[in-house]
């Protein structure tokens, strides 16, 4: 089955830094999504796009989806030491069933 | 602001015993979702649930899972005869959408 993976696997920059994280994918899906996850908790849905659109925003965060590539990049403009979290993309399958598949995250370290 | 709420934060269970996992969705959302992640790996998928029935589940929901809407608010997932490898977080899930989730913060299933 398809699968968002991430690279890089764990990134570590300085506060007010930005952090660029990538997805690839393998098949065609509904949407893509970005999620993060602090520590093992539960994860918070940060943003959605869907496989007709090319780039979003919400606050500091920007999305990209490129389609053709099977791509995705999460951008984290002005990064704190509270957005240190594990960042996971995931896709929506256009399998009818609502599914959504996980990569195994981006670890971000942001250092103060 | 809205929260999927589980319970128990933590179960521990011998092997061979069955486990109940319990999950209010936000009220007014139609599509709900397990999901697990054993520690340090992904976030597996394990299925969805969708106007009173599975809309889709993976290879891990086999025969020893099943998902049930009981009462029109909660949601559980009960395992019938747990086993080692079913040690994890167990994540509910709900969208008044398909796609783009409010996580609950998980239940550590330990099968001792």
């Known amino acids: 089955s398809q699968q968002g993976e991430e690279d890089p696997q764990a990134l570590s920059i300085q506060e007010g830094e930005n952090a660029t994280m990538n997805c690839s994918y393998k098949?065609?899906?509904?949407?893509l999504q970005w999620y993060r996850q602090n520590s093992g908790r539960g994860l918070v849905h940060l943003i959605l796009?869907?496989?007709?659109?090319r780039e979003k925003h919400s606050g500091r965060l920007r999305v990209t989806l490129d389609t053709s590539k099977k791509s995705s990049s999460l951008l984290i403009t002005a990064s704190r030491a509270a957005d240190t979290a594990s960042y996971f993309c995931?896709?929506?399958?256009?399998?009818?069933?609502?599914?959504?598949?996980f990569g195994a995250g981006t670890r971000l370290f942001v250092k103060a | 602001e809205p929260e999927v709420t589980q319970t128990p934060s933590h179960q521990v269970t011998q092997m061979g015993q069955e486990v109940i996992l319990r999950c209010v969705p936000i009220?007014?959302?139609?599509?709900f979702y397990w999901y697990r992640q054993i520690l340090g790996q992904k976030v597996e998928f394990l299925v969805s649930?969708?106007?009173?029935?599975?809309?889709?589940k993976s290879e891990i929901f086999d025969d020893q899972f099943s998902v049930e809407r009981p009462d029109g608010s909660n949601f559980t997932l009960k395992i019938r005869s747990t086993k080692l490898e079913d040690s994890a977080m167990y994540f509910c899930?709900?969208?008044?959408?398909?796609?783009?989730?409010?996580f609950g913060s998980g239940t550590r299933l330990t099968v001792v």
């Open positions: 899930a709900s969208s008044g959408q398909p796609y783009g989730y409010t």
């Open positions: 098949t065609s899906i509904n949407n």
């Open positions: 796009i869907r496989s007709n659109e």
């Open positions: 995931a896709t929506g399958e256009n399998t009818g069933g609502f599914k959504t598949i």
């Open positions: 009220s007014n959302h139609l599509y």
């Open positions: 649930f969708y106007n009173n029935e599975i809309s889709e």
